[in-house]
């Protein structure tokens, strides 16, 4: 179903809220008429400046016993912002305006003034509870479809996860087994080559030993293939570096700052132990840390080198996700690997941070 155009709405709400001047206004004033009219007008400006829009109905909402213009502008309000005290504030300042006496001489009695102001009270905040509403839904909303993205995502690189470890098996299997039965094949050829007195014996061993040592190259090649494979379609894509920790920071989805730089002579190795590093905790704060910013910092001394990843206190509650648990306990294995060490925990500023120390 199509929703109705922006303007369509807003000409809408205009246009009762003229009515709602003009039903009560018989007896109106030429100055209350010139309040209503800024009211309604002002409608139109609820969507860019919902604020202010609701300011010029104020005086309407003093001079006329109008509710429309008043309630649209409050609603509109409420649906804009989050700000509880200044939602708040508005249904006072509005229950105030609608309650206080006019003309200005006009005296009302004590026990009238405050039901009227009670009255006010409740249609004031009658429409900023339902805008607060409808801003909650369309959050919520939002959040749904963040959540069913990042288990998409998740169920992705499980998928990714249970692929590289079935791969590894069989890259290990057939290195264990596959060429080590083609080597001895090679070998017992090489020596029945140099035996053999028979030139057609000689040659049938020449093409043996020739076939086998191609068949281990590609053997070879293959297992290199299974045991770096992570996933369908990155098989063949070379291992990450230091000069793609940029392009990753900015596919992250998250504010990140870099400040550092390491050396550009450092071991393969320990580039893509850093950018795994860096890759994993990004991803932790991405699920466990929603609306925080990170700063990714590099550091090297004239005995070790390693990252930092430092990241805020969160801005909105995290959402329970189905997970591994293994990406922290695979970056120290990692560290170990290569003699380092990996740490990581909260901060004091209720953030997390993750330190990677690595020897150059």
Known sequence: MNRLPPWLIDLALVAVAVADVLVDGQDNSRVEFIAGG?????LLLRR????????????????????????IALYTLAQRTSNRPLLWGSVLVTSIAASAPWPPGHALDQRGMVVTF????????APVLLGQLVRT??????????????????????????LARERAQIGREMHDVVAH???LIAVRAGALQVAATDPDAAEAARTIRRLSVDTLDELRHMVTLLRA?????????????LADLRKLLDSSGIQVELR?????????PGQRTIYRTVQEALTNVRKHAPGATATVSLWHDSDHFGVTVTNTEPTRPA??????????????????????????????????????????
């Open 229 to 241: 494979a992570g996933g369908q379609g990155t098989e063949l894509t070379p291992q990450p570096t």
């Open 118 to 125: 009670a009255y006010s009270l409740a249609w004031a905040g």
């Open 137 to 162: 839904r369309r959050d919520l909303s939002a959040r749904l479809v963040e959540i069913e993205e990042a288990r998409d995502h998740e169920r992705q690189l499980h998928a990714q996860a249970v």
């Open 48 to 71: 860019r400046f919902p604020l202010l829009a609701f300011a010029l109905t104020l005086p309407a909402s003093w001079m006329l016993a109008n509710l429309a213009a008043p309630a």
């Open 38 to 42: 800024i009211a309604c007008a002002a």
């Open 319 to 360: 959402v329970s996700l189905p997970s591994s648990r293994h990406g922290l306990v695979g970056l120290a294995e990692r560290a170990e690997l290569l003699g380092g060490s990996f740490e990581s925990g909260p901060t004091a500023e209720r953030g997390y941070r993750a330190v990677l120390r690595l020897p150059r």
């Open 181 to 183: 039965q083609v080597s």
């Open 260 to 268: 550092g730089e390491l050396p550009d002579e450092l071991a393969a």
